[in-house]
């Protein structure tokens, strides 16, 4: 139940002790994960308003404005410590959850993505983990026809005991049909639509804010709510239809502390009280008590305000679409939550008590000691191989055995599939946007301030090549626990870090979640700081995104950025065991500048090929454009003085390879950016020659070592 401390609060504040189902109620709208107790003065920090912003945090998803009347619902979840204890479930739910958000906006989902990382899989357990998360997301998503467009799959001893599952979600709605989570009127009725109300997930939120253990699976799983994608389907068309019927002045999906949460945060919003009658809540199970119905986080419901003369309407549609609905309480005037239960009244709490008034606070901090950089792996002998290494890396490899589990292409929305920089979407016309997601968390480990402000550069420029600006960010911040001073002080500078990236490139972050708690007693280890963002870009025209892959012969190959000796946290000192050491990429002072051209380059159609250098770089990236068509490139003006695996590996921000047959316009419109031409495309073989080194891979062998994770799981 409620911690001593807690429990001494409430009392006093009441004037009482509280009874169980109370405490039930603090327990869970008290937890870190509903009131960002120990993360709220930090997620302050962040910009959170723009010329685009019509809603930001707070709600259930963010409103921004897209243009021509159009509005895209944004929102990013967590669902990590259910997919660890029951994977398919976990994950499927998360994906359920994350849409409800964005149509309790009034919003279609239009789109997901789902960065996610994963223990290495050659542990059987982490195999099983990762199938089945993969499973689960794919079967919810693809059941209720929103396609996955983007995603992220990253791989760490680190998070063996703790995968993360993050998954973002984008709705399209007219400007006129949003609604909010804010309550109107004292007097309008509350309507419950959807599933039955079970036990499945009884504490949820208080589940997610407490590390895992080997004994989670066993205890942990009545906590696991169970996903039903038809019924989703049927609610969102019909939660679309009462909103664009007029019938709905507020709306809260059903997430994390259930119907407590839902309602409570509902009536607040709006300075108003709540009355919930729990006799009226259909059940799934006989024999629930009020604890168990007001914070069990059953799946696939949908809480409604509504005026007294609209609610039989609002059943009807529910009844038209074989979802279950009733009324089950009345807004209030007096700022108390109330609940009735078989005549008695078994909850009595002052509703701002309940919801905004959990302590927050910044917890104690520990900078580490001075980290040594430590020395330099030794320069391999044969460099093809040490190419062909880090290519066929689970990180760096193909994903195709993931993204071909979902449909991507439902809605008919999908201009750019998975597997490239980007997601891209059309809207209106020719006009649509780009999606990016994901982080590197080994380099926020080793530096949380350069690696927070690297995940923002580093997805702004996956859509830069594709000529879209970021126009919002949602984040999902996943830590350790943050009790621990050193994990409280990564915590606090990767978001200080993010923010300063975010406001650098004028993004606001509209919204997100944050997961902490992530640990493992099982492994005894905390995951690595992992600051995942997902960041959406308007794109004037989709046309005009140019292919990732090299497809012209003869062409300009320019190199666009500074590659620096920056090798910490790179893929390939992970692989050569020194994960640890070398010196984490930092920002350059120039990334908006840089941001800004490649922009303008792709929209003066004047390239056909770009692609951003990120995981693996310079070498990966070049493979990656060489899957049909060779390429001679010479990188000795690349990073003078540095060694061949440095300018092979290094992973510098803000960097870019594009092709062009307008060499000297290109050059023109980069002006004073960085860049170099280093290459020419055409030939049966990419060849790549230094200053001291020279090697070449033909497009078989960068196919076959591109292809190491699909061949795992189809073996």
């Known amino acids: 139940m409620l911690s001593e401390n807690d429990f001494k609060i409430v009392t006093e504040k009441m004037g009482r002790e509280p009874n169980l189902v109370e405490q039930g109620c603090f327990l869970n709208l008290w937890s870190e994960h509903c009131s960002y107790r120990s993360s709220a003065p930090l997620l302050r920090t962040f910009t959170t308003t723009g010329e685009r912003v019509i809603i930001g945090p707070g709600d259930d998803a963010a409103v921004v404005n897209f243009g021509n009347g159009w509005v895209l619902a944004i929102g990013m979840e967590s669902h990590n410590h259910p997919s660890y204890v029951d994977p398919y479930n976990g994950a499927a739910t998360g994906v359920g959850g994350i849409v409800r958000d964005i149509i309790s906006m009034g919003a279609r989902p239009i789109a997901l993505m789902d960065p996610l990382y994963f223990g290495p899989l050659n542990s059987p357990k982490n195999l099983y983990l990762f199938e089945h998360i993969i499973k689960g997301i794919a079967g919810y998503g693809n059941c209720i026809g929103v396609p996955v467009v983007r995603g992220e799959a990253f791989f760490d001893e680190a998070y063996s005991g703790n995968p993360l599952v993050n998954v973002v979600a984008v709705g399209l709605a007219r400007e006129e049909d949003i609604v909010t989570a804010c309550a109107q009127k004292a007097g309008n009725k509350l309507v419950l639509m959807g599933s039955t109300t079970g036990r499945d997930g009884l504490g949820g939120a208080s589940f997610a804010s407490r590390d895992l253990s080997e004994e989670s699976e066993a205890e942990d799983r009545p906590s696991i709510q169970i996903g039903d994608p038809f019924t989703e389907k049927l609610l969102i068309e019909a939660t679309l239809e009462v909103i664009r019927k007029g019938y709905v002045k507020a ?38 008590v009020p604890y168990e119905i007001l914070i069990a986080e059953s ?85 093809k191989q040490a190419v062909l290494k880090v290519l066929s890396s689970h990180n760096v490899a193909s994903k195709k055995w993931i993204y071909r589990q979902y449909d991507h292409e439902v809605q008919l929305r999908t201009v750019m599939k998975p597997g490239n ?42 859509l830069a090549v594709k000529g879209s600006r970021g126009i919002a960010v949602v984040d999902c911040l996943n830590f350790g626990n943050p009790e621990k001073p050193d994990i409280y002080w990564q915590f606090k500078h990767a978001i200080l870090g993010l923010g300063d990236g975010c406001r650098e490139l004028k993004i606001p972050v509209v919204g997100g979640n944050v997961s902490l708690y992530n640990e493992s007693e099982e492994f005894r280890t905390a995951i690595p700081p992992t600051p995942s963002i997902g960041v959406i870009g308007y794109i004037s025209d989709v046309t005009i995104a140019p292919s990732d892959v090299f497809s012209k012969e003869g062409e300009t190959i320019i190199l666009v950025g500074t590659t620096r000796d920056e090798m910490g946290g790179s893929e390939y000192y992970a692989l050569a065991g020194k994960k640890k050491n070398g010196k984490v990429p930092h920002v350059p002072e120039n990334a908006s500048i840089i941001v800004d051209a490649l922009i303008s380059v792709v929209e003066s159609r004047k390239i056909t090929t770009s692609h951003d250098i990120s995981l693996g770089g310079l070498a990966v990236a070049l493979c990656e454009m060489s899957i049909n068509m060779g390429a001679d490139v010479d990188l000795t003006s690349v990073g003078q003085g540095m060694r061949a695996d440095e300018v092979l590996f290094s992973e510098s921000h803000a960097r870019a390879i594009i092709a062009t047959s307008e060499p000297e316009a290109v050059k023109k419109l980069l002006g004073d950016v960085p860049h170099a031409v280093i290459g020419t495309t055409g030939g049966s073989e990419l060849k790549v020659a230094g200053e001291s080194f020279s090697l070449s891979l033909r497009p078989g062998e960068i196919k076959e070592a591109r292809e190491s994770l699909t061949k795992l799981m189809m073996e």
């Open 299 to 383: 799946q696939e419901r949908m809480l409604f305000e509504v005026e007294p003369q609209d609610v039989q309407a609002v059943l009807d549609i529910a009844k038209k679409y074989d979802l279950n609905a009733s009324m089950i309480g009345e807004l209030k005037q007096e700022l108390r939550y109330t609940v009735e239960f078989r005549g008695d009244i078994v909850a009595d709490i002052p509703i701002k008590l309940l919801t905004e008034g959990a302590p927050t606070f910044e917890r104690p901090s520990r900078a580490p000691a001075t980290r040594d950089e430590g020395d330099k792996p030794q320069l391999p002998e044969d460099l």
């Open 421 to 462: 920089d980007a997601g891209i979407l059309r809207i209106d016309g020719s006009e649509g946007i780009a999606m990016s997601c994901g982080c590197n968390p080994r380099q926020t480990l080793l530096d949380p301030y350069q690696g927070g402000k690297g995940t923002l550069i580093e997805n702004a420029m996956n």
């Open 251 to 288: 709306c809260r999906d059903l997430g994390a502390a259930g119907l407590a949460g839902a309602s409570s945060e509902m009536a607040s919003k709006g300075n108003l009280g709540m009355h919930i009658i729990a006799d009226n809540v259909i059940l799934r199970e006989e024999g629930m």
